[in-house]
T-cell receptor, first 112, second 114 residues
Framework: SQQGEEDPQALSIQEGENATMNCSYK?????LQWYRQNSGRGLVHLIL?????REKHSGRLRVTLDTSKKSSSLLITASRAADTASYFC????????????FGQGTELSVKP | EPEVTQTPSHQVTQMGQEVILRCVPI?????FYWYRQILGQKVEFLVS????????KSEIFDDQFSVERPDGSNFTLKIRSTKLEDSAMYFC????????????FGPGTRLTVL
């Protein structure tokens, strides 16, 4: 598998439900960042979690990082129709000067 | 809030033509990047730039590509002789310390090569 793989590839839920997306990676990292992309638009930064952190919260977002399993999860609580977008994890690989390696993304659809 | 800006938002060109994509990174950032995203695919790293030189580049970034910081604010990506497969969304990004903090992305330039 490739660095920064996400699952599921697609997720469809009802408004108000929680959405969980997972990301796996292969190498040592400085940090892992989650981005959102609305169709055909730019990348919006959501949250960064450093390699020495295990959990981080920002509003309705909760990110966990397990460096022993080389995996991360993004939880969006109480989802809204406006959360409909693609979500990508991106790893800043240790000692590679800032280059981010992106996963394939999870396409989230939140139905009203 | 400071943001990365890119121009143009959409560029259409003929195969074989040269294009220059422009970016203005966040003013106090020191590291600059270009990425591309072919339609329906993941975002791919092209090149990173620090202290007026390339610090890393991917296999995609061949001799057709070049980057430049012509003045204190702009950061450009030039594709010398475009090919059909260069059609993609190109994103510029910047950060302060090169991989240890948030990397901010611009809105992208959609390049269409005919």
């Amino acid at each position: 598998s490739q660095q920064g793989e996400e699952d599921p590839q697609a997720l469809s839920i009802q408004e108000g439900e929680n959405a969980t997306m997972n990301c796996s990676y292969k190498t040592s990292i400085n940090n892992l960042q989650w981005y959102r992309q609305n169709s055909g638009r730019g990348l919006v930064h959501l949250i960064l979690i450093r390699s020495n952190e295990r959990e981080k919260h920002s509003g309705r977002l909760r990110v966990t990082l397990d460096t022993s399993k080389k995996s991360s999860s993004l939880l969006i609580t109480a989802s809204r129709a406006a959360d409909t977008a693609s979500y990508f994890c991106a790893t800043a690989v240790y000692n590679q000067g800032g280059k981010l390696i992106f996963g394939q993304g999870t396409e989230l659809s939140v139905k009203p | 809030e400071p943001e990365v800006t890119q121009t143009p938002s959409h560029q259409v060109t003929q195969m074989g033509q040269e294009v220059i994509l422009r970016c203005v990174p966040i003013s106090n950032h020191l590291y600059f990047y270009w990425y591309r995203q072919i339609l329906g695919q993941k975002v791919e790293f092209l090149v990173s730039f620090y202290n007026n030189e390339i610090s890393e580049k991917s296999e995609i970034f061949d001799d057709q590509f070049s980057v430049e910081r012509p003045d204190g604010s702009n950061f450009t990506l030039k594709i010398r002789s475009t090919k059909l497969e260069d059609s993609a969304m190109y994103f510029c990004a910047s950060d302060l310390r090169g991989g240890t903090d948030t990397q901010y992305f611009g809105p992208g330039t959609r390049l269409t090569v005919l």
